[in-house]
């Protein structure tokens, strides 16, 4: 089977799960609005990923700080000063690009020899320039200095200024986390691969305040955590995760040491999540710029300590395509597309379907959804043959199918339908939701 992106792109809108942004305009580059589905497979994955962190962990609670923040806090970060991509441009033909892209070691290019890839001309490239992939916005009614201000491009920094009102408020002990799932914004320059890398993403980031030389086994430990994740909660094939180790030219400017959990996407591994030790880096640039003491007391040692930072930062966007992918199957045998979602994050659980559209039928199947709406989210479908509708689900990755025939009348059973092996029992309604109920639970 080849899984490509495109393929995945065209099943995403035809089934209403992604689309291009602004479409009817010719689409707006590198974002994308989520549908009717989209929404639903988007919003399970968070769901997980917060009780993981937030029910699982007692000692982890949670935040929604804006997307505007104070702009001093971008500078004491490091994002107005290294948050830069280095660009190269074509004087002939005005392509822009990224000058990694041409070699790791750009800095050794002989920028005179290059040939642009868009129309072909050799020894017109400038040399590399610093752009920095914050958006900047005006606050206010006018624009003028000091009324400039950014989009955050990491949620992170909204929890270094929370922590010490978190901590206080919530009496909370080291080790504790804090957890937010947001919007961030970056002004990428090669934004490509469907919702990969977009420009408008959501970031899940979990920042866990530690003391200082417990920091490399915390690092290991949520190392761990977090590989398990998409397995137990995504139902993500073990053998398509790696982990990458930041090497020291890949490291951030504020990491001591990185590691990504990479998938194997169809265009290569690639990076869905990182965990970083981000040291007391981001505290102390934070005390040095707003002048306020961010030092923690711990009470039974009578001391104070600046914590150290290990951060699980995670594109929920990105998680969302790890799953797209791994979950698309071309049966070909049976001439069908499949989303193989895992039940626990379908974006529909169920559908439920009259054979036919009289002899009381649909009246039947309409009870049935009735019923089952309470329990888990289900459709209701009597358009087009049974064949024809359970196909649809299927690429809609619905893992069910209870189908309502004259027997169901008579003694009350219907059929459950398997997405993946298309098998059928007959069962009785208690029975169904039993089974459904079951299989929307992490393992
Ligand atoms: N706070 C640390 C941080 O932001 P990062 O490695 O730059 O670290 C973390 O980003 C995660 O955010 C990535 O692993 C990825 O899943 C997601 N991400 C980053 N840039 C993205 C983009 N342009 N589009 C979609 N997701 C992105």
Redesign the pocket.
């Known amino acids: 089977m080849n899984k490509t992106i495109d393929k995945i792109v065209s099943l995403c809108k035809r089934r209403g799960i992604i689309f291009q942004s602004s479409e009817i305009y010719g689409g707006f580059s590198a974002v994308y609005d989520y549908g009717p589905l989209g929404v639903e497979l988007k919003n399970n994955i968070s769901k997980f990923w917060w009780k993981e962190m937030t029910q699982i962990h007692e000692n982890i609670v949670g935040l929604d700080s804006g997307i505007l923040m104070h702009p001093s806090i971008w500078e004491a970060s490091g994002h107005v000063g290294a948050f830069n991509d280095p660009l190269v441009d074509c004087k002939k033909c005005k392509a822009r690009y990224r000058a990694d892209e041409f070699s790791d070691d750009f800095s050794s290019i002989d920028w005179n020899e290059i040939q642009c890839p868009n129309c072909g001309t050799i020894g017109d490239m400038t040399e590399p320039r610093q752009f920095n992939l914050m958006f900047k916005t005006h606050v206010g009614p006018v624009q003028e200095t000091g009324t400039e201000a950014y989009l955050r491009p990491?949620t992170?920094q909204g929890i270094y200024v929370n922590y010490q009102l978190i901590q206080g408020a919530m009496r909370m002990k080291i080790p504790f986390g804090i957890a937010q799932i947001g919007k961030a914004f970056?002004n990428?320059i090669i934004a490509r691969n469907f919702i990969?890398?977009?420009r408008e993403?959501e970031?899940m980031?979990m920042q866990y305040f530690v003391k200082p030389g417990t920091d490399d086994a915390t690092l290991e430990d949520w190392k761990e955590k977090r590989f398990i994740f998409y397995s137990k909660y995504l139902g993500i094939d073990k053998s398509k995760l790696r982990f990458h180790k930041h090497g020291d030219n890949e490291l951030a400017h504020y990491a001591k040491e990185a590691w990504d959990i990479e998938y194997h996407f169809p265009f290569g591994w690639s990076?869905?999540?990182?965990i970083?030790n981000r040291t007391d880096y981001d505290l102390s640039q934070h005390e040095k710029f707003s002048g306020k003491n961010l030092s923690y007391f711990d009470q039974p040692n009578n001391e104070r300590f600046l914590p150290y930072i290990i951060?699980t930062?995670?594109?929920l966007?990105?998680m969302l395509l790890t799953v797209l992918v791994d979950a698309y199957w071309e049966d070909i045998e049976n001439k069908r597309i499949v989303m193989k979602f895992d039940p626990m994050i379908a974006p529909v659980k169920a559908v439920i379907c009259p054979l036919t559209k009289k002899d009381g039928l649909p009246e039947k199947a309409r009870d049935v959804t009735m019923k089952l709406k309470s329990h888990f989210k289900v459709i209701y479908d009597q358009q087009g043959s049974i064949g024809k509708r359970y196909y649809r689900q299927d690429e809609a990755g619905t893992p069910f199918g209870v189908t309502i025939d004259h027997q169901s009348l008579s003694d009350e059973t219907f059929t459950l339908r398997y997405r993946d092996t298309q098998e059928q029992d007959r069962l009785s309604l208690e029975q169904i939701i039993s089974i459904i109920n079951k299989s929307v639970h992490p393992k």
């Open positions: 990491e992170a970056r990428e990969f890398r977009t993403f970031q980031e990076e869905i999540e990182g970083h951060e930062s995670a594109g966007n990105r």
